[in-house]
């Protein structure tokens, strides 16, 4: 049995309920969404998100994924690759609006289910029309017609199991208004920061493309970086120069907001100075500032040599940390995962439940994983969406397990704040 769609997400002035003659209806977008973090497993590569809630009215602050009942629920999904579905798509002229999501229930049923997408509708509503919320089952894909929308969600009515996403026309989306996330990876090598820069679809597939591509200069010291996003939408397909006045080189100058089944471009940029803070903004073809960030110095290494370096070299960490607990931990992720035992992560796990910093259904979710780096990884995720605080505890408990690890990966032992 296909969904009952009724789409709910645009972006328009939220001044409540508008009617429209074609019976779609823009709805407000509300506040109501309690945001939860999601249990997360890994399944023979794939990540998987479980969420448990009574109830009410919920979002995922992972995927962005909403959802209302009005009973205890159990719900797990996971991303789905949309490359066995590309041709297909462009058969059917249609391309990705959002990600694909592969819904599962495991107890109780959905009132509602609200998938993210990454158009914004408030400089063009009519292209509301061309939205359609794609169904993928066991026998094939059908197409629905779309609703409701409010500002970034399209919602669907008692759904059940299966994968599903928005679609958009492929014409009609040429040179469509999108909102837009940007992510930096930055490593220090010596004197000098190298970086790279990605322009890419908020709820697209993008995101697990660039991280995949970046997956290998991660293992050598590259940190990510999630900035603010553009303060507004941007017209997909245009092109934005990337500035920064302290640069020695950006390679190449300009960078093109790419469609969503296409890995997103990426500018390298390099700074000669490591004590400085990274001024960065992107201008359009009308010379407008379209967005604009600032990394500080505290928030990566500003001595000589970066601890990926040194680290990698298999030597003891020459260099100091600073920063908040959780810039350090988030800068030590990879070797925290080469580095850490097996003893050591089952009694942190257990320390991190003693203190709070997780609960037990948390803990129940990681003790199952087998594979001692993906538990590692699992472990400090989990705590880095958290926050600072428990970021703080977590290098404690690290600190008192394994004082030999953290004398390596050179982060401070201190007193949560």
């Not at 999601?38 to 448990?52: E, I, N, Y």
């Not at 490593?187 to 660039?210: D, F, G, M, P, W």
């Not at 296409?262 to 903004?281: F, H, L, Q, W």
């Not at 997780?358 to 400090?380: F, G, L, W």
Request: proline residues 4%; negative net charge.
């Amino acid at each position: 049995m296909l969904f009952s769609p009724a789409l709910d997400s645009i972006c328009v002035q939220e001044t409540g309920p508008i009617c429209i003659t074609d019976m779609l209806v823009l709805v407000q977008d509300s506040t109501h969404w309690l945001q939860i973090e999601p249990l997360t497993s890994t399944v023979q590569g794939v990540t998987m998100f479980r969420h448990r809630t009574p109830k009410g009215s919920y979002e995922c602050t992972v995927s962005g994924l909403r959802w209302l009942c009005e009973r205890d629920v159990i719900l797990k999904y996971h991303l789905r690759n949309w490359e066995p579905y590309s041709q297909l798509l462009k058969d059917m002229r249609y391309t990705q609006g959002g990600p694909l999501l592969d819904i599962t229930m495991e107890l109780g049923e959905l009132e509602e289910v609200h998938l993210p997408h990454f158009v914004c509708l408030g400089t063009n509503p009519s292209l509301r029309n061309e939205m359609k919320i794609l169904h993928v089952e066991e026998h094939g894909v059908s197409l629905e017609e779309v609703h409701e929308v409010t500002r970034f969600h399209a919602k669907i009515l008692h759904p059940k199991s299966s994968s599903v996403s928005v679609v958009l026309n492929k014409i009609a989306c040429w040179n469509v208004d999108v909102h837009c996330d940007v992510i930096l990876y930055l490593a220090v090598k010596r004197s000098t920061v190298i970086s790279r820069l990605y322009l890419l679809l908020r709820n697209s597939s993008q995101k697990e493309a660039v991280q995949d591509r970046e997956k290998n200069q991660v293992s050598q010291g590259y940190s990510e970086f999630l900035l603010s996003s553009p303060n507004g939408s941007l017209k997909l397909n245009n092109w934005f120069a990337l500035k920064n006045p302290l640069s020695t080189s950006i390679n190449p100058e300009k960078i093109q907001l790419l469609p969503a089944d296409t890995t997103p471009s990426c500018c390298k940029m390099i700074m000669g100075n490591t004590g400085v803070d990274i001024e960065m903004e992107l201008i359009g073809d009308d010379e407008r500032t379209v967005w604009k960030s600032v990394v500080s110095k505290d928030q990566y290494i500003t001595d000589t040599h970066s601890t990926s370096a040194v680290l990698g070299a298999g030597r003891p960490a020459e260099i100091s940390l600073t920063g908040s607990a959780e810039q350090q931990l988030r800068s030590v992720r990879t070797e925290f995962v080469k580095r850490v035992s097996r003893p050591v992560l089952d009694g942190l796990l257990e320390r991190l439940l003693q203190h709070t910093v997780i609960n037990q259904e948390e803990m129940e979710s990681v003790k199952v994983i087998a594979e001692r780096a993906e538990k590692a990884r699992d472990i400090i995720d989990m705590v880095l969406r958290k926050g600072n605080e428990s970021c703080s505890r977590m290098i404690n408990l690290l600190g008192e397990l394994d004082a030999c690890l953290c004398s390596q990966l050179q982060i401070n032992v201190r007193v949560p704040t």
